[in-house]
C-alpha cells in the first residue's frame, strides 16, 4: 500500500438548489518523499483535493489513506501552506513560525530553538521580528513554509503557494522549496495552475479537468534536478502537458 | 507647506469661532446678562471656583472609569465567546438586541429603587450602558475574522482557548476598541444623567444644583468640562488602538 492512498474521493458542494462536483471518483497513490503537482484550469477541483487531503473538507465518498490510517480530520503529520495571507498580521515572523508548535502544547524554550533553526533554513535571518505588513510576498510565503516545517511533517500540502508573487520572485522560491525540501524529506502535495512550475517542481504531474473534477492523466517528469527551463527536454515536457489540459483552456477561453 | 498645515490642530478652529461668536452674542445683550453668561464669567468659575469643579468631576470620573472598566472586563469574554460558537450566538442575540435598545436614563427610577440614592445605582447604570456595545463590537470582530486563519488553527489542530485569546482575540481587537469608545460615551453620558436623579455628587448633580442657585456660569463651565472629558477619553482610545493595532498598517485606511 502506498503512503498516500487516495481512493474513489468524491466531492459534492450543494449550493442551494443546486449541487457541484468538485471532485468525481478520484484516485491517487504517492509514495513518501515524492513531490506531485496538482495541474489543471480554475474549477478542476484541485484544492478541494488538497483541502480533502489536508483533513479540513471531508469527502463525500470515498477514502483517504496516510500510512494505512484511514483519514479522519487533519493529520498529525501534514503541514498545510495557505495561498496567500495565511499569516497572522499581529504577530511576528518568528510568532507565527512557532504557532504550529504552540498548538501542539510544544513548550516556549523548544518553540524558540526550533523555530530560530528554521528562520535560517528557509533565509528569514534579520527579518524574524518584522510583521508580515513589512515583508514583501516572497518573505511572508518563507514564513508560511517555515511554519509549516515546525511540526517535521511527513506530507506538506501547498495550495498555490507562489500564485500571488510575480515572476521573478517566485522563481527564486520554487528554487528555495526544492533545497528546503531535500533537507526536510517529505511528500509533498503542490497545488498550481502554472504549467511551467509544475513541469520545473515535480516528480509526477496530475492533471485535472472540471466538471465534474476528475484526474485526466498522470505525467511524471523524470528529469534531473536542478531542472533548466530552458533546454529541450524541459520544453518536450511542457508541450505534453500543455496537449493535456489545451482542450480545458480552451473550454473555459469560449464559455 | 502641506505637511505644515497637516500638523495643525485643525479640530480647533471651530471651537475658537464658538468662542468668539459667544462673546459677541454676549455683549450685543441679546439676551438677559443674568441667563447668558459671558466666556469671561465662565472662565471665573474656572479660576476661582476650581476646588469645586474638581471634586465634581473627580467623583464622576471614578464613577465612568469603574462601571466602564466592569463593562469592559464583563463583555469582552462573553463577545469573544458569543461570536465563537454559533449556537450561544443564536440563544443570546434576541435578548442583546432587546437590551441594548433600553436606554440607560429610562432605568433611573428602579435603580434608584432597587439601590437607594448613591453610587451603586450610578455605577450599574454606566456598566449596563457600556456593556452592550462592547459586546456587540466583539461579537462583530470575531465574527468578521479571516476565514484562512481559522483554517490555519484548524489544520494545526490549535485547541480553542489558543484560537479565542491569540487569534480571535488579536483579530477583533479594532472592533473592540470601537465599542470601547462608544461605550466609554456612553457610560459619561449616562453618569450625567444619573446623577441628576440618583447621587449627590459629580458634575450632573453640580449642574441641577447651579440652576436651583441660579448660577448658569457654573452650568456651562459644568458641560465644558464634560466635553473636554469627552474629547481626552476619545483621544485616549485613539492612541490604544495606535498602539494596539500598529500590525493593521497598511491593510486598513484608517486605524
Known amino acids: ?255 | 507647506m502641506a505637511s505644515f498645515i497637516s500638523r495643525l490642530p485643525l479640530g480647533a478652529i471651530p471651537l475658537v469661532l464658538l468662542v468668539i461668536a459667544w462673546e459677541i452674542t454676549a455683549r450685543a445683550g441679546v439676551y438677559s446678562v443674568a441667563l447668558f453668561p459671558t466666556p469671561t464669567e465662565v472662565a471665573n468659575v474656572f479660576l476661582k471656583e476650581w476646588p469645586l469643579l474638581w471634586k465634581h468631576t473627580q467623583a464622576s470620573l471614578a464613577r465612568v472609569a469603574f462601571g466602564v472598566s466592569v463593562a469592559f472586563v464583563t463583555a469582552v469574554p462573553i463577545g469573544l465567546l458569543i461570536g465563537r460558537y454559533k449556537t450561544l450566538d443564536r440563544l443570546m442575540d434576541w435578548t442583546i438586541q432587546i437590551f441594548r435598545c433600553f436606554p440607560g436614563i429610562a432605568l433611573i427610577p428602579l435603580a434608584i429603587m432597587f439601590f437607594g440614592i448613591g453610587d451603586r445605582p450610578a455605577i450599574i447604570l454606566i456598566w449596563l450602558a457600556a456593556f452592550w456595545p462592547i459586546v456587540i463590537s466583539t461579537i462583530f470582530g470575531v465574527k468578521n475574522v479571516e476565514r484562512t486563519l481559522l483554517a490555519v488553527a484548524r489544520a494545526a489542530k490549535a485547541p480553542d482557548s489558543l484560537v479565542l485569546r491569540d487569534i480571535l482575540l488579536p483579530s477583533a481587537l479594532p472592533s473592540i476598541l470601537t465599542g470601547f469608545r462608544l461605550a466609554a460615551g456612553a457610560g459619561w453620558l449616562t453618569v450625567v444623567t444619573a446623577e441628576m436623579m440618583a447621587v449627590k455628587s459629580g458634575l450632573g448633580y453640580m449642574i441641577l444644583y447651579a440652576q436651583m442657585i441660579f448660577r448658569p456660569d457654573q452650568i456651562v463651565a459644568g458641560i465644558i468640562v464634560i466635553g473636554t472629558i469627552g474629547l481626552l477619553f476619545d483621544q485616549l482610545i485613539r492612541m490604544m488602538r495606535t498602539y494596539f493595532c500598529s500590525w493593521q498598517e497598511g491593510l486598513v485606511l484608517e486605524a
Open chain 1, 1 to 255: 500500500m502506498s503512503f498516500i492512498d487516495v481512493n474513489g474521493v468524491t466531492k459534492v458542494y450543494r449550493r442551494r438548489a443546486e449541487e457541484v462536483h468538485a471532485l468525481d471518483n478520484v484516485a491517487l497513490q504517492a509514495e513518501f518523499g515524492e513531490f506531485i503537482c496538482l495541474l489543471g484550469v480554475s474549477g478542476c477541483g484541485k484544492s478541494t483535493l488538497l483541502q480533502i487531503l489536508s483533513g479540513l473538507e471531508p469527502a463525500t465518498a470515498g477514502t483517504v489513506t496516510i500510512n494505512g490510517q484511514p483519514l479522519a480530520g487533519p493529520h498529525a503529520d501534514a503541514s498545510v501552506v495557505f495561498q496567500e495571507h495565511g499569516l497572522f498580521p499581529w504577530m511576528s515572523a518568528r510568532t507565527n513560525i512557532a504557532f504550529n508548535l504552540k498548538a501542539r502544547g510544544v513548550p516556549a524554550a523548544k518553540r524558540q530553538q526550533i523555530s530560530d533553526d528554521l528562520i535560517k533554513v528557509v533565509g528569514l535571518s534579520g527579518f524574524e521580528n518584522k510583521y508580515p505588513h513589512e515583508l514583501s510576498g516572497g518573505m511572508r510565503q518563507r514564513v508560511g513554509i517555515a511554519r509549516a516545517l515546525t511540526t517535521s511533517p511527513k506530507i506538506l500540502l501547498m495550495d498555490e503557494p507562489f500564485g500571488a508573487l510575480d515572476a521573478q520572485t517566485r522563481g527564486i522560491m520554487q528554487a528555495e522549496l526544492l533545497r528546503v525540501w531535500a533537507l526536510h524529506k517529505a511528500t509533498v502535495v503542490f497545488v498550481t495552475h502554472s504549467i511551467d512550475e509544475a513541469v520545473f517542481l515535480a516528480d509526477r504531474i496530475v492533471i485535472m479537468t472540471p466538471r465534474p473534477g476528475r484526474i485526466r492523466k498522470i505525467i511524471p517528469v523524470d528529469l534531473p534536478r536542478p531542472r533548466d527551463p530552458t533546454t529541450p527536454e524541459f520544453n518536450e515536457h511542457m508541450r505534453l502537458v500543455l496537449n493535456e489540459i489545451h482542450d480545458d483552456i480552451s473550454r473555459l477561453a469560449t464559455r
